[in-house]
T-cell receptor
């Protein structure tokens, strides 16, 4: 089955700096890679996603890159703000089309 | 339709009791998923339905767990003879079609077994 590894587990950045979170996956059939943001006590919220036929996607300060050959994808947050502090999860579809999640990255943005 | 709804939001139960959670997906979504999330971890897949058919169950889903989606709309997840290790957030999500595009989570049911 699909196995998604996520690094780092915690990330502290100064406000205004960039944050990068990396994930790897094992199932070559994976074709959809979303990223979720989860604030304490709340549900995971989709922030950006990418499909396997695209190498990069950007939405304002957030971007995701995908390297299918190497089976890894990354989330980039530029010009970080205190409200970006949260836990971020990467995910990848398995061969059944359901999502498997990484263990999460706690991002702390300090003013 | 305001999204995926879960009920109750919180449940405290004594060890050995049975509990049942409900999930109402987005109305046009034919796929419904159950996940479990413990503190500091990502959501772990439990089971999912396409319409009323239960297509897969994780090995995490012991015999004490059962899920139903009788009419292809709402779903229930029952845990029998609860154990302290069952304490977690139980998340429901739904999506349209046979892909994960538009996967939307509910707010979850937090279970505490005392």
């Amino acid at each position: 089955g699909e196995n998604v590894e996520q690094h780092p587990s915690t990330l502290s950045v100064q406000e205004g700096d960039s944050a990068v979170i990396k994930c790897t996956y094992s199932d070559s059939a994976s074709n959809y890679f979303p990223w979720y943001k989860q604030e304490l006590g709340k549900r995971p919220q989709l922030i950006i996603d990418i499909r396997s036929n695209v190498g990069e996607k950007k939405d304002q300060r957030i971007a995701v890159t995908l390297n299918k050959t190497a089976k890894h994808f990354s989330l980039h947050i530029t010009e970080t703000q205190p409200e970006d502090s949260a836990v971020y999860f990467c995910a990848a579809t398995d061969s059944w089309g359901k999502l498997q999640f990484g263990a999460g990255t706690q991002v702390v943005v300090t003013p | 339709d305001t999204g995926v709804s879960q009920d109750p939001r919180h449940k405290i139960t004594k060890r050995g009791q049975n509990v049942t959670f409900r999930c109402d997906p987005i109305s046009e979504h034919n796929r419904l998923y159950w996940y479990r999330q413990t503190l500091g971890q990502g959501p772990e897949f439990l089971t999912y339905f396409q319409n009323e058919a239960q297509l897969e169950k994780s090995r995490l889903l012991s015999d004490r767990f059962s899920a139903e989606r009788p009419k292809g709309s709402f779903s229930t997840l029952e845990i029998q003879r609860t154990e302290q290790g069952d304490s977690a957030m139980y998340l429901c999500a739904s999506s349209l079609g046979d892909s994960s595009y538009g996967y939307t989570f509910g707010s979850g049911t937090r279970l505490t077994v005392v």
